[in-house]
């Protein structure tokens, strides 16, 4: 499996080139006035727009997505190393990879809670009025919702790490590549235990995070374009 490095959300182009605009009209006006703004100036000037306010809105949630999913990929990183080596970490690998996955789910309800507060945001500063918000509001429940179900069925439907044997779905395995499916079937059917098996929770743990984290980055950039 390759290895995933997490991307993270690009700031929308019409508010990069926005921004370009806002900050030629300045140097413009500053130039015909024939004076040179202090950054204390030209800060206050780029707060009291409209414009500037809801660049920095952006900005900023932007900012502290990408600083969840920094995290993210850490967890990424450490589940990546267990699954080439069990020994890679003190402690139980079965009980650190498990409570890695549950460390996924929590970083990533973090966004959501990021999500409402950025929507309550907009609303305050006007660009997203009552009907627009609960569309808004609703995209994001259905994206997250998803990922909900994922880790319920994970848990309570077919896939389950709790007992000393493996209980699983074989269709899982067709999420990877044939010599993993190959190497990963052997490990059922020789060593079908939590302890055994390893490597093969930590390959569903990544592909999981993997999946759910690049539908989520296309979802937030699609959604933060139509924002803008």
């Known amino acids: 499996m390759n290895h995933t490095e997490i991307r993270p959300v690009k700031i929308p182009e019409q508010l990069l080139s926005g921004f370009l605009e806002f900050a030629k009209e300045v140097n413009r006006k500053s130039v015909e006035r024939g004076i040179k703004f202090t950054e204390e100036q030209l800060t206050e000037i780029f707060n ?8 920095a809105i952006f900005f900023l949630h932007i900012g ?15 589940l990546s ?8 970490f003190k402690g139980n690998p079965v009980i650190r ?31 997203l009025d009552k009907r627009n918000k609960e569309i808004i509001t609703d995209s994001y429940f259905e994206a997250f919702e998803g990922v909900y179900e994922i880790r319920n069925n994970f848990v309570h439907n ?6 000393r044997d493996i209980t699983l779905d074989y269709s899982v395995l067709e999420k990877f590549f ?7 079937s052997s490990l059922l059917n020789w060593e079908n235990t939590r302890e055994g098996t390893i490597a ?9 995070i993997g999946e759910i984290i690049e539908q989520y980055i296309t979802f937030q950039e699609m959604l933060n374009g139509v924002l803008a």
């Open 48 to 55: 009291n727009s409209f414009s500037g306010k809801v660049r």
């Open 97 to 127: 990879s498990e409570l890695l996955f549950q460390s996924f789910f929590n970083e990533f309800f973090r966004i959501r809670e990021l999500s409402k507060i950025f929507i309550k945001v907009l609303c305050k500063s006007e660009v």
């Open 200 to 208: 093969l929770q930590c390959a569903i743990y990544m592909k999981f």
């Open 64 to 78: 502290d997505i990408n600083r969840i999913l920094e995290g993210i990929q850490l967890i990424y990183d450490d």
């Open 178 to 184: 044939p010599e993993e499916k190959e190497n990963f």
């Open 81 to 88: 190393e267990l699954k080439k080596n069990r020994d890679a």
């Open 158 to 163: 077919g896939l389950s790490f709790k007992d």
